[in-house]
């Protein structure tokens, strides 16, 4: 073969040799685009599975946060429907006297940590009505009898007494009206009592100086000294009928009132009966000197009847200490009197009937004057107040009543005791009333103070704007001129700043320290606005801040946070919140 042919031949199988390997490498291209091809894809749609699951789970958490939201809302919906509803509940418990069932209600809404807090002004209002007294003072274990302010000390003397035979009664001291320093001045002897006597204090009786008590136990009178509770004194010559006891304006003779109807006069220094005033018809149940010690008053029935209509048979006398003898009869007293009080002025007598009404009799003219209706039931305990313009009164509704005389209405109302009011007492300055029931417990008041009062008066101009602090305790009260802080209590001016600008929007700080006013200057409001921050207690201005015109007085805002245009309270609130946030 010769080298041409060879040559030709080798030529071809190069040339099919390179076709082969070119056609498996174009193969193999191929083939290798395909794999990225499908890898690609699937990457593609790994990456399009994986948006769409994390777009689910996204669209997951909406829903599950809008429905965690509306639950919330649901959930926030519902307590302000309940607090609104437990709101006229316990109105409802106040106007029933139920004080204490109002309270219980109202502490369900006392604001829990990261709760926001529902309460408004009608919840510190209500809170206030069920909390109006002073304080409560507990100690008693037995239904109290009988109350007394040991002179101007202001120490308050209670006597409880013990309807089932059961225990003895006792006499307990209370230094300045407080229940830290208490003392039991007194505990009943144990021993059989007398028949027809409930264990326990049925009288008591201080006298002017406020050195002594006199009291009566199982028809025995015991003079004490009330620093000590030492007895000075034991009487014991009525064979155990004594029911009534007071002191004479000089502090040594003392009145003791029987059963039998006898009243005697007894020296507390000796110890011995220095007159017999007389007799009435029926039995002592309370006695009391005029203020110059010329007069006795004393109140008598059947304590013992045992029935309804005999109980309705009381009368109501008027003694002349010296000369021993019976000078009037008060012809307006029909029933049982329970209690009697003559006023510092020695020229009234009020007496607490069973038939619910308190007489008032003028010793002067001798007759029963006016008749004074308020209690639902019988009235327990009558008590004047120093300045001889107000009565109190406690009856068996549960309710003490502070008396306008003049007027001849109830401009007090206080309800505390879950059950009768039995026993009155009045500080020497007034400025404590005391009240005792069969609850055991002892409430202080301050008679001054009407819970119940909603009016305050004597504003130069129209009311434009008001605002309440977060405690409740203080109102801003602005007019065009004028911003006044009120006591919501007291309901009084406690302060009046001296704006010098046209008032359209007010705030006040939680605490009641700080106020914001917001007007236009000028004598019409007619120059650029000015927004303000009071410091109340010092009545001047802290800052001030030039503001554009205030175009639109601001109004009073509700619970939605709306006034009564529409305009948002955010502003306020958050004025407000700062101010807190300063103070």
Same mark, same amino acid.
């Given at each position: 073969m010769s080298a041409a042919v060879l040559a030709t031949l080798v030529a071809l199988v190069a040339v099919s040799v390179t076709i082969v390997i070119g056609g498996l490498n174009a193969e193999a291209q191929q083939a290798r685009m395909a794999a990225e091809q499908s890898r690609a894809l699937a990457e593609e749609q790994q990456q399009q599975l994986a948006? @769409?699951?994390?777009?689910?789970?996204?669209?997951?958490?909406?829903? #599950?946060?809008?429905?965690?939201? #509306?639950? !919330?809302?649901?959930?926030?919906?519902?307590?302000?429907?309940?607090?609104?509803?437990?709101?006229?509940?316990?109105?409802?418990?106040?106007?029933?006297?139920?004080?204490?069932? $109002?309270?219980?209600?109202?502490?369900?809404?006392?604001?829990?940590?990261?709760?926001?807090?529902?309460?408004g002004f009608e919840w510190h209002y209500l809170w206030r009505l069920a909390n109006s007294q002073q304080r409560t003072l507990r100690g008693h274990a037995q239904p109290i009898d009988t109350l007394a302010f040991a002179g101007s000390t202001g120490d308050l003397l209670s006597g409880d007494v013990e309807y089932q035979y059961r225990t003895a009664g006792t006499l307990r001291k209370w230094p300045g009206g407080r229940a830290d320093e208490a003392s039991t001045l007194f505990t009943q002897p144990v021993s059989p009592t007398r028949a027809g006597y409930y264990p326990g204090i049925r009288a008591l009786a201080v006298s002017p100086d406020g050195s002594r008590c006199a009291l009566v136990d199982s028809g025995v009178v015991r003079v004490l000294?009330?620093?000590?509770?030492?007895?000075?004194?034991?009487?014991? #010559?009525?064979?155990?009928? @004594?029911?009534?006891?007071?002191?004479?304006?000089? *502090?040594?003779?003392?009145a003791v009132g029987e059963r039998g109807g006898e009243i005697t006069i007894w020296d507390t220094e000796t110890g011995d009966k220095s007159a017999t005033i007389g007799k009435q018809t029926l039995s002592i149940v309370r006695l009391e000197f005029s203020p110059d010690g010329t007069r006795l008053a004393a109140a008598s029935g059947d304590s013992s009847a045992p029935t309804w209509s005999q109980l309705l048979n009381g009368e109501l006398w008027l003694w002349d200490v010296k000369a021993r003898e019976q000078v009037a009869q008060c012809r307006g007293v029909r029933s049982f009197?329970?209690?009697?009080?003559?006023?510092?002025?020695?020229?009234?007598? @009020?007496?607490?009937? $069973?038939?619910?009404?308190?007489?008032?009799?003028? $010793?002067? /003219? !001798?007759?029963?004057?006016?008749?004074?209706?308020?209690?639902?039931?019988?009235?327990?305990?009558?008590?004047?107040?120093?300045e001889g313009r107000y009565l109190a009164s406690g009856g068996d509704d549960g309710t003490v009543q502070v008396w306008d005389i003049g007027r001849e209405e109830a401009k007090q109302v206080y309800k505390g005791h879950s059950g009768p009011v039995t026993a009155l007492a009045v500080s020497a300055d007034g400025n404590l009333l005391a009240s005792g029931g069969r609850d055991t417990l002892i409430q202080l008041w301050? &008679?001054?103070?009407? &819970?119940?009062?909603?009016?305050?008066?004597?504003?130069?101009?129209?009311?434009? +704007?008001?605002?309440?602090?977060?405690?409740?305790?203080?109102?801003?009260? *602005? +007019?065009?001129?004028?911003?006044?802080?009120?006591? +919501?209590?007291?309901?009084?001016?406690?302060?009046?700043?001296?704006?010098?600008?046209?008032?359209?929007?007010?705030?006040?700080?939680?605490?009641?320290?700080?106020?914001?006013? @917001?007007? %236009?200057?000028?004598?019409?409001?007619?120059?650029?606005?000015?927004?303000?921050?009071?410091?109340?207690?010092? *009545?001047?201005?802290?800052?001030?801040?030039?503001?554009?015109?205030?175009?639109?007085?601001?109004?009073?805002?509700? /619970?939605?946070?709306?006034? %009564? /245009?529409?305009?948002?309270?955010?502003?306020?609130?958050?004025?407000?919140?700062?101010?807190?946030r300063r103070a």
């Open positions: 948006v @769409a699951a994390e777009t689910k789970s996204q669209q997951e958490k909406v829903v #599950a946060q809008r429905a965690e939201v #509306a639950a !919330t809302q649901s959930k926030e919906r519902v307590r302000q429907v309940l607090y609104a509803a437990d709101i006229q509940v316990a109105r409802n418990h106040w106007a029933a006297n139920r004080p204490e069932k $109002m309270r219980e209600l109202l502490e369900q809404h006392l604001p829990a940590a990261g709760v926001p807090d529902l309460r000294n009330v620093e000590t509770g030492e007895q000075a004194r034991v009487l014991d #010559a009525f064979n155990g009928s @004594a029911q009534a006891v007071a002191f004479a304006p000089d *502090g040594r003779q003392l009197v329970n209690d009697l009080s003559v006023n510092a002025q020695g020229t009234t007598v @009020a007496a607490a009937t $069973m038939e619910g009404t308190i007489v008032l009799w003028n $010793m002067k /003219r !001798t007759e029963g004057d006016r008749i004074l209706r308020g209690h639902s039931g019988p009235v327990n305990a009558v008590r004047w107040l120093p301050d &008679p001054r103070v009407d &819970p119940e009062r909603t009016i305050i008066r004597d504003f130069p101009y129209a009311i434009g +704007t008001l605002a309440y602090s977060g405690d409740g305790q203080w109102l801003a009260i *602005g +007019t065009y001129t004028q911003v006044s802080v009120c006591d +919501t209590l007291r309901l009084e001016k406690r302060h009046v700043l001296p704006i010098d600008h046209w008032v359209f929007a007010t705030a006040i700080s939680h605490d009641g320290r700080l106020v914001a006013t @917001a007007g %236009n200057q000028g004598s019409r409001g007619e120059e650029p606005g000015v927004v303000k921050i009071w410091d109340v207690t010092a *009545g001047a201005a802290r800052h001030t801040f030039d503001r554009p015109r205030v175009a639109q007085p601001g109004g009073v805002c509700n /619970r939605r946070g709306q006034d %009564n /245009r529409g305009v948002s309270r955010r502003h306020a609130v958050g004025g407000r919140r700062r101010l807190s």
